[in-house]
């Protein structure tokens, strides 16, 4: 399935360096979302953008920052993480809708090693 | 108490048996509830959607019971294909606002 992809599927990164990682969807869709994913611990939401406008930020520290130009991308761009911000890190989207029926789609993620 | 608090399992169950996992959340206000699943290093999928009393879908059926706040998933004839690990969600009242379990993991075995 393509709907939601994502790249690079793995990363390894030093606490100095500056990368960032990008999800594409090709399902018209017009919210997109961001979350992390740590082992042991339940998908956590980071930023949520409809219509490209972001309307959540789940208190992330500003290392993270995202980008989305437009409803098809969005990027989260990375800058002097800690080693514990390791994790696999999944963007999806959905129509937009605001309500509980919005369905997410989810990409398949990129595994970031910090070291 | 956790939003969302789930059994991580594992749950080791042979072909054909029938397994059920319940999921507890906090505020009773909340008004939709998920279940999704989640494959070893995959994305989550949406396997089912709990708005009123349940959901069937062939051998899965997913119940919500608002009086004592806890959802049931339960899978009848497991097959070696529903081993996964299967995520629990509530939607959190704006925009995107999905909250997850940690999750429970099943294993079907021949």
């Known amino acids: 399935e393509t709907g939601v992809t994502q790249t690079p599927r793995h990363l390894v990164m030093g606490m100095t360096n500056k990368k960032s990682l990008k999800c594409e969807q090709h399902?018209?869709?017009?919210?997109m979302y961001w979350y992390k994913q740590s082992a042991k611990k339940p998908l956590e939401l980071m930023f949520v953008?409809?219509?490209?406008?972001?309307?959540e930020n789940n208190s992330v520290p500003s290392r993270f920052s995202p980008e989305c130009p437009n409803s098809s991308h969005l990027f989260l761009h990375l800058h002097t993480l800690q080693p514990e911000d390791s994790a696999l890190y999944l963007c999806?989207?959905?129509?937009?809708?605001?309500?509980?029926?919005?369905?997410?789609?989810f990409g398949p993620g990129t595994r970031l090693t910090v070291l | 108490r956790k939003e969302v608090e789930q059994d991580p399992g594992p749950f080791n169950v042979p072909e054909g048996a029938t397994v059920a996992f319940n999921c507890t959340y906090s505020?009773?206000?909340?008004?939709?509830f998920f279940w999704y699943r989640q494959d070893c290093r995959k994305e989550p999928k949406l396997l089912m959607s709990?708005?009123?009393s349940g959901n069937e879908d062939g051998r899965f059926t997913a119940q919500l019971n608002r009086a004592s706040q806890y959802i049931s998933l339960l899978i009848r004839d497991s097959k070696l294909s529903d081993s996964a690990t299967y995520l629990c969600?509530?939607?959190?009242?704006?925009?995107?606002?999905?909250?997850f379990g940690k999750g429970t993991k099943l294993s079907v075995k021949p």
């Open positions: 709990v708005y009123s």
């Open positions: 999806a989207s959905s129509l937009g809708m605001g309500t509980a029926i919005d369905t997410q789609y």
């Open positions: 505020n009773s206000a909340s008004q939709s």
């Open positions: 399902l018209g869709h017009n919210a």
């Open positions: 969600v509530k939607y959190g009242g704006s925009q995107g606002n999905l909250i």
């Open positions: 953008y409809n219509f490209k406008e972001q309307t």
